[in-house]
């Protein structure tokens, strides 16, 4: 079973104009992580953030954490084509399961367009 | 090697055929994942060995799913019998262990069961 849900589950959107996308989970956590996957490829990660962090940002990626409500946000601005992928997002949890065994979202799919 | 190498890429077996997919971790990589990815969906956690020790194995779906490391470094997730529902890609990840900055996946193995 998935920690995780993703909203939207599909973002279309113009290449310069800003993507948004959200993911709320269950459980307590020690962090959590975003990933971007490309067709047919494997996971590349993103960013962290700790429970005790509320923001943090890498480039044009910014990733908020409200830990009251479960969910975290990922924006990434001035999107280019290239950001066309799956996003998902990955809890790690509190107490720490075994090896820091992370849970999965269903996944954003962002299209940006040319 | 510079990254996660998994094998092979595609592997398509006839309902009932054994299947051995290959992970080749990052050197010196002390944790290593085995997640199943469903079409459309994110991936799901299966097994997790640290060194050559199988520490968690509660995401395996049957019995019919085997995961050795027996020297630490290299693993082998074997599938007996196939069946339909197991096509999906497998991924493997390592890390360095409590690592904090997220995992290094492979491209994955797409397995289809015909």
């Known amino acids: 079973s998935q920690q995780g849900e993703e909203d939207p589950q599909a973002l279309s959107i113009q290449e310069g104009e800003n993507a948004t996308m959200n993911c709320s989970y269950k459980?307590?956590?020690?962090?959590l992580q975003w990933y971007r996957q490309n067709s047919g490829r494997g996971l590349v990660h993103l960013i962290l953030i700790r429970s005790n962090e509320r923001e943090k940002h890498s480039g044009r990626l910014r990733v908020t954490l409200d830990t009251s409500k479960k969910s975290s946000s990922l924006l990434i601005t001035a999107s280019r084509a290239a950001d066309t992928a799956s996003y998902f997002c990955a809890t790690d949890p509190s107490p720490r399961a075994a090896g820091n065994k992370l849970t999965f979202g269903g996944g954003t799919r962002v299209l940006v367009k040319p | 090697g510079a990254g996660v190498s998994q094998s092979p890429r595609y592997k398509v077996a006839k309902r009932g055929q054994d299947v051995a997919l290959r992970c080749d971790p990052i050197s010196g990589h002390v944790s290593l994942f085995w997640y199943q990815q469903a079409l459309g969906q994110g991936p799901e956690f299966l097994t997790y060995f640290q060194n050559e020790a199988q520490l968690d194995k509660s995401g395996l779906p049957s019995d019919r799913f085997f995961a050795e490391r027996p020297e630490g470094s290299v693993s082998t997730l074997k599938i007996q019998r196939t069946q339909q529902e197991d096509s999906a890609v497998y991924l493997c990840?390592?890390?360095?262990?409590?690592?904090?900055?997220?995992?290094?996946f492979g491209s994955g193995t797409r397995l289809t069961v015909v």
């Open positions: 990840a390592s890390s360095l262990g409590w690592d904090r900055n997220g995992y290094t």
């Open positions: 459980t307590s956590i020690n962090n």
